[in-house]
């Protein structure tokens, strides 16, 4: 099956200031590469700063790598660093969800605004998309009218997951998206997620430090040390026998 998302030879480096006049450059992707087949989720773990965020963050049009491609169903959406902007194909969703929701507009308004920009839909049609969509992640169709502040945290991660849906997306990377929630909301928002995927194919690209989540929900992992991959394969695989000294370190931790 063709990929949905491949991903080929990123590198990425940040400058930082050190004093008045010196620069330091610290690369933070190296060489990465990976592919993703429609339906499919791929776990990144690795630890604290091995460039996880980096990674996500340059996947989904928000921060632009150094050089390597990142393709979706075959066409190239991004060469060392120019991005074809088509931002509905790859979403990003956060572990805090108040951070990228407006406190001053209704969930309707809010879903609005991104298909008005991003598509030719009529009034009538919007509003059809986004009562289907509110339906689609669990909510009802009266939080149309709701601020972020009435609703709950795991309604809240529910609201995030309808914006990044509104555009029908291929792919979702979920950065920690699944972490401040309590296990009970956690459980149902996974449960939420793989429905979402077996119904649409979906392909999720899921950082996370929770290693359960990572069994239960991905087909393969890529492990990142110090953002070079040291370790990619079938879950299972991985598990059991962990190849990389990253990876067991994760495990016996
Ligand atoms: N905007 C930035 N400017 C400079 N350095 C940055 C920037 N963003 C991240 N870094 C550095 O890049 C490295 C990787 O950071 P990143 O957030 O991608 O790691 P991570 O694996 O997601 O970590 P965590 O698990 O703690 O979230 C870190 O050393 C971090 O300090």
């Known amino acids: 099956m063709q990929p949905v998302l491949k991903v080929q030879s990123l590198n990425k480096s940040y400058t930082s200031r050190q004093g008045l006049f010196r620069r330091r450059s610290l690369q933070v992707l190296r060489d990465v590469s990976f592919a993703l087949a429609p339906g499919q989720t791929l776990a990144i773990i690795g630890e604290t700063g091995s460039g996880k965020s980096t990674l996500a963050k340059v996947l989904a049009g928000a921060d632009m790598a150094d050089s390597g491609q990142i393709l979706l169903n075959g066409q190239i959406v991004e060469d060392a660093g120019i991005r074809n ?33 991003n598509t030719e839909l009529t009034e009538e049609q919007r509003y059809k998309k986004i009562r289907i969509t509110l339906s689609r992640v669990g909510l009802l169709g009266e939080h ?110």
């Open 144 to 253: 149309i009218d709701y601020y972020p502040h009435m609703f709950s945290g795991g309604q809240l991660q529910r609201v995030a997951l309808a914006r990044a849906l509104i555009l029908d997306p291929k792919v979702l990377v979920l950065d920690e998206a699944l972490s401040s929630l309590d296990p009970s909301v956690r459980a149902q928002t996974v449960n939420l997620l793989l429905e979402l995927q077996a119904a649409t194919g979906l392909a999720y690209v899921l950082i996370t430090h929770h290693l359960s989540l990572v069994r239960h929900m991905s087909d393969e992992i890529l492990v990142l040390n110090r953002g070079k991959v040291v370790e990619y394969g079938e879950t299972e695989r991985v598990f059991n026998t962990p190849k990389s000294k990253t990876m067991q370190k994760l495990l016996s931790a």
């Open 85 to 117: 902007h088509d931002c509905r194909t790859i979403r990003l969703i956060f572990q805090d969800p108040t951070r990228s929701l407006n406190p001053g507009l209704t969930i309707g308004d809010m879903l609005d605004d991104c298909l008005q920009y």
